[in-house]
């Protein structure tokens, strides 16, 4: 096999990250170089110069923490510090070092054409790249140059992966071949179903193909996919039958990447089969992304039933929008035809006490001790909050490394007196703290994006537009478990903060996102081989990831309307069967709410009225005239109007949508009364006060 073929054949794999337990090398530090910032203007110097693109292979809120605003930092009644002694920081390495660092390879010395300065801030240019070379330098460095050698992942066998993957679905019954799979499961394994679109039940149906293809010849029993995906019988459709975005899939016939506005209605992976049927119907060659790709300013298309963000919905029915966003990902990388296999978490030993090295959910078990409902570190809050009181003017911040040996000091102390509240905090340096800060992410025994779902990270660039790259990173954000997602959210919060500081740090979207990247895409644990062109590829293809996560920071982390519709109809599904097994029941109740003719909340219905309840406060419940201008945020105000006593901000409520075809919801502010009863006319409107 040639050298090519085997480059296509191995994918994108990332290099490893080991602990700072060794000396740090002597030898004076060489400061790196940052690229200058120009006007945002077009520039007629070529474009493609410096960017490498991942290459496809055949084969196919945080809401309890604080916003880390200088009015708004949290005030903790015991002041936080400590860290891991072994963990250091240095300067760049001697001159000449090779951006890649590994006993194995150490490759020759490149001669790369002298790169030309992109102007443009939506491009990552070569000059840009070096940056992040340099802070792979650091990393390596701060450990001695020495890499350890990490648990090997075992290679999956034929299909494991699609077994693995139908068990995180919650749908591993279906090929279980057991008689005594449990009827509750098997039942909701069959309203799951029901609510798939078409590119979703592909998706499934191409996994329980390739895992009964292997277990046949074994001569297992298991159910033929063609009954799993029966067609239902025909049944009188319900006049509040929540319809699946499958049904208008063909609506967005001619999506162009000059668009903005992302439709939120229509399944992702329907829009990108549409997106790929319109250019084969035209003929038109598929190419991978340019290296001067814009981002533009996409926007959702407002909903009147109101946006929904993480947190906003109940555990229950967040466990099924976890299902169907594992389902919606897989078919949108199915339909452009890439494979993405997950690895399996290793065993790595971490520390149990202490700060740097600690697994992210034990850390927070302890904070939460401490301060209930805290959603990010109180180390990594502290180091944030630091860095912005002491302002982020600072040139370089983020990019420019904290002395080594003073790191490591700190690290010592912070480990020792951070929660005694003894670390002196006005002696810590802005470039040591920021140093700090990207140690504690590298540190984490599993990456904070987690070892199952980085290949696929990374695999978002293949995807052949923007906004595909956009919905599948907000279907990832969604599949982080929460630790990861809420910690995540805070770090690139802070750093869109540090950009808005451009104009004195000079450190601008590209230039964060080259530096942050090795720092979360790297990480003790995990090793693999790669080659040189596939580590210059994963280099662009990271910090490319992480430009996207801070550029649209505020749409990744909404829950897109098409798989609220699902939830809302794996609910009515579940309930009509319930009701179908108690017919009886369900007629004896009814014959005796007909007896009852005074019924207040059908009245009030049939009046265009509803009931609003607040059982926290002194005012139980209002009745409020449904108009077609009626926003949620019109309700909390008249309340608070009507009970002058309450001394509660308006920020510090919400009122929640409970029951009918939903678990619970809490609405956004501009969700219009009228259209969401429309949709949930059996649901009751709750106040209550809510943790941001």
């Known amino acids: 096999m040639s050298r090519q073929q085997q480059e296509q054949s191995q994918g994108v794999v990332l290099t490893g990250y080991h602990s700072n337990a060794?000396?740090?090398?002597?030898?004076?530090?060489?400061a790196p170089s940052y690229p200058s910032v120009h006007d945002h203007q077009s520039s007629s110097l070529?474009?493609?110069?410096?960017?490498?693109?991942?290459q496809q292979s055949d084969r196919h809120g945080f809401t309890g923490a604080a916003k880390m605003q200088s009015a708004d930092r949290p005030l903790f009644t015991n002041p936080i510090s400590a860290t891991l002694p072994r963990a250091q920081l240095s300067s760049s390495p001697k001159s000449g070092s090779s951006p890649r660092h590994s006993p194995r390879h150490s490759p020759k010395s490149r001669s790369r054409p002298l790169p030309q300065r992109c102007i443009s801030q939506d491009s990552l240019d070569e000059l840009q790249m070096d940056d992040y070379w340099k802070e792979v330098e650091n990393i390596t460095s701060s450990g001695g140059g020495q890499v350890h050698?990490?648990?090997?992942?075992?290679?999956?066998?034929?299909?494991?992966?699609?077994?693995?993957?139908?068990?995180?679905?919650g749908l591993s019954q279906l090929v279980t071949g057991s008689l005594a799979v449990d009827q509750e499961q098997e039942e909701d394994s069959a309203v799951f179903l029901s609510t798939l679109t078409r590119t979703q039940a592909a998706a499934v149906e191409r996994r329980i193909k390739t895992l009964q293809t292997q277990r046949r010849r074994n001569r297992q029993h298991l159910p033929d996919v063609r009954d799993i995906f029966r067609p239902p019988e025909k049944e009188d459709e319900k006049p509040n039958k929540i319809k699946p975005g499958s049904e208008n899939g063909r609506k967005d016939t001619s999506p162009a990447e000059t668009e903005t506005e992302l439709n939120v209605e229509v399944a992702f992976s329907e829009q990108a089969l549409s997106y790929r049927d319109h250019h084969l119907m035209l003929k038109v060659p598929s190419s991978s992304n340019s290296p001067d790709d814009k981002l533009p300013n996409f926007r959702l298309l407002r909903d009147k039933t109101g946006q929904t963000r993480v947190g906003d919905l109940s555990p229950l029915d967040m466990k099924k929008v976890r299902r169907l966003v594992l389902v919606e990902m897989t078919a949108l990388f199915d339909t452009a035809g890439i494979d993405v296999k997950a690895h399996k978490a290793v065993r790595v030993k971490a520390k149990e006490s202490g700060l740097f090295g600690v697994p992210l959910?034990?850390?927070?078990?302890?904070?939460?001790?401490?301060?209930?409902?805290?959603?990010?570190?109180?180390?990594?809050?502290?180091?944030?909050?630091?860095?912005?009181?002491?302002?982020?003017?600072?040139?370089?911040l983020l990019r420019i490394p904290g002395a080594a040996t003073r790191v490591k000091s700190l690290c010592q102390e912070l480990e020792s007196s951070f929660y005694d509240g003894m670390f002196p905090w006005q002696q810590l340096k802005q470039h040591d703290a920021a140093s700090l800060l990207k140690l504690f992410i590298r540190e984490l025994p599993h990456p904070l994006l987690t070892v199952e779902y980085l290949n696929a990270f990374i695999a978002v660039n293949k995807l052949p537009t923007k906004k595909q790259q956009l919905q599948a990173l907000n279907l990832l954000v969604l599949l982080l478990p929460e630790a990861s997602r809420d910690t995540l959210k805070a770090l690139v919060e802070f750093f869109q903060r540090v950009i808005d500081h451009q104009a004195k740090n000079k450190m601008t979207l590209n230039n964060v996102s080259v530096v942050m990247a090795p720092n979360l895409f790297m990480f003790k644990g995990f090793r693999s081989k790669v080659t040189e062109q596939q580590e210059f590829s994963m280099a662009t293809s990271t910090a490319n990831i992480v430009r996207l996560l801070i550029r649209y920071q505020n749409l990744l982390w909404t829950i897109p309307k098409f798989i609220v519709n699902q939830v809302r109809q794996h609910n009515m599904e579940s309930q009509r069967k319930q009701n179908k097994e108690r017919a009886v029941l369900k007629l004896l109740k009814k014959i005796t709410m007909d007896k009852s003719s005074d019924n207040p909340l059908l009245e009030e219905s049939s009046q265009g009225l509803i009931r609003v309840q607040a059982p926290q406060f002194s005012k139980i419940s209002m009745a409020l005239q449904l108009t077609e201008e009626l926003q949620a945020v019109d309700v909390l105000t008249r309340f608070l109007s009507q009970d002058s006593s309450l001394k509660v901000k308006k920020e510090d409520l919400c009122l929640y949508e409970i029951g009918g075809n939903i678990k619970e919801r809490c609405l956004d502010g501009e969700t219009f009364m009228k259209d969401l009863f429309q949709l949930n006319p059996a649901?009751?409107?709750?106040i209550k006060s809510v943790q941001r």
């Open 22 to 30: 060794e000396p740090i090398p002597t030898g004076r530090p060489r």
């Open 46 to 54: 070529p474009s493609r110069t410096g960017c490498y693109n991942i």
């Open 149 to 169: 050698e990490e648990e090997q992942h075992k290679v999956s066998e034929e299909g494991e992966h699609e077994e693995a993957w139908l068990k995180e679905a």
């Open 361 to 396: 959910p034990m850390l927070l078990e302890y904070d939460q001790r401490r301060i209930p409902g805290t959603k990010v570190p109180f180390i990594l809050q502290k180091l944030i909050c630091h860095i912005e009181e002491e302002g982020l003017d600072t040139e370089g």
């Open 683 to 686: 649901a009751e409107w709750v």
